[in-house]
């Protein structure tokens, strides 16, 4: 088990053509050379070939660039929430040093190598409002932390790389993301592991004092660190790892109601209707404009409605996603029908038929990715269906639960919890039943 910090190496852009940037101080070169200023790095015969305001440099494969000065460097045009309704580009600060490793299809892999808790104090304030209550932000420190442990620790067991897992059987196509899918590097910046935009989001002491005050302390689960997973909003009942993930069962990541009171597991597809058009009583069911400015950090306070949601598509609208995002022509689109849902409402199946094809698709990501130009909010849905007097269908309208896929710890909820005074091992145990804290390190 963990017990010094770790240094990490963290992507923070991925198969790109080039990068531009700023040394703000001195870094050194594998060669020795000193560089600081504007900088542009791109690979020229698979090799790393930098052009600085204080030299030109080319190296093999792969180069450091070491921080000797304690500065930071900048890069330009980095992606935020890649693929996802809320993706953008912007300027990014980093401390740490640089790493630039050409792949075999001459692209650059961009890594940040950096202390863990220096990363985790980018984290926590690039996942929520730097702003936000100092128990949840205290609380965020440690799933953080207990993540990125967990994943240490199962990656120096198995020393493998995974990649996108899959189910093959006859007119399915199952499949889902691990977060070790990465090859050159340990994490990476964006969504699919945990939002790291370097010192740019650091603007407030507050996650810098929560990160010092849980130094070390790491979820555990009997005698191993937990994979403590978490999204925005569950939308009221919180969802179980297999359904997400790959098929094993794990204790401390069942369905929870995000709630003082008791909300039964759903458990038909009545019930799960009768859940997503009902507005239950939920910590993460506000709709207070003032608190979410004060939890959310600016690229999520946008995303109005995310509790409950609706969106409507005509039908040949949906036809051309589809076929886009899967590379299936259904032909035309007659009907989506639930096969399996978790407790929480999400589908982690679901049978899209259509004239030329009918294929049940899975598990929750997939789901959302293929009915959507970028993903729906979640796949806790139900879809009205307008049909022609033909009976074919006109527009589908789904109504849906929540954002992200609901396993682990709600962040909106967990904020709530906090400006009730709730303690950030009360948040922690709410969510992660059944496991204590402890210090490694």
Sequence with gaps: ?????????????????EVAGIFNGIFESPGGGRLQGKFSIRSENGRVTLTADSGNFTAGKEALFRNVSGGTFILHDVVIGAQFHWEQKQEETFSGDLIIAVREDGTLAVVNAILLEDYLASVVSSEMNPEAPEEFLKAHAIISRSWLGAMLERKARGGTR?????????GEVIRWYSREDHDMFDVCADD?????QGITKIYSQRPLKAVEATRGVFLLHGEEICDARFSKSCGGLTEEFENTWEEKHVSYLESVPDSSVQHPKLESEMAAEDWILSNPD????????ALLAQILPPSDVATKNFFRWAVDYDRRELEEIVISKSGIDF?????????QRGPS????????????????VGKELEIRRWLSTTHLYSSAFVVMT???????PKHFLFYGAGWGHGVG?????????????????????????????????
């Design 192 to 196: 699919h592991c945990q939002r790291y």
């Design 345 to 360: 409402g999400r589908i982690f199946k679901l049978k899209i038929v259509g004239s030329n094809a009918t294929v049940i």
């Design 386 to 392: 307008e049909r022609e007097d033909d009976g074919t």
């Design 162 to 170: 995974m990649l996108p897992q899959s189910l093959s059987r006859e």
């Design 1 to 17: 088990m963990i017990s010094k910090e770790p240094s990490i190496a963290v992507g923070i852009l991925d198969h790109c053509r």
């Design 282 to 289: 939920a910590y993460c069911n506000t709709t207070d404009d």
């Design 331 to 339: 032909g035309t689109l007659l009907d989506l029908v639930p096969v």
């Design 409 to 441: 710890l709600c962040q909106i909820g967990a904020a709530v919890m906090a400006t009730k005074k709730f303690s950030a091992e009360d948040i922690l145990q709410h969510y992660f039943q059944n496991t204590q804290l402890q210090k490694l390190y």
